[in-house]
């Protein structure tokens, strides 16, 4: 199980940085998508979260951490709304320049 956890955190981070290298504005969103989405398994992971533990200390048995599951819903949120915001500021752009490109070379069209 840890290993298909490892890959999955390894593939969605490859992906993320893949298309945060793209010269788009839509893949670099998703890219960080991906990335956020690799971020939250891992806290996750790190978390230890226990089989069948109890969240409420007082209860016999093995108690749950709650500490990675409010920081991944904490992240959940502000990945949201980066996200929105992104893709507002992605809208626009390409409202203003007719394409959504988000290389810094100017070309021949612009003086």
Known sequence: MEALLASAIG??????????LRLRSFPVILGLTFL????????FAAGRLAVNAAPIIGTPGPHADPLPQALVLTAIVISFGMTAVMMIMAI???????????DLDRGNDQP
Do not use: E, K, Q
């Not at 956020?36 to 806290?43: D, G, M, P």
């Not at 626009?92 to 320049?97: D, N, S």
């Open 36 to 43: 956020s989405y690799a971020v939250n398994l891992f806290i």
């Open 92 to 102: 626009g752009g390409h409202l203003a320049a007719g394409h959504d490109r988000i």
């Open 11 to 20: 593939t969605l981070t490859a992906v993320g940085i893949y298309l945060m």
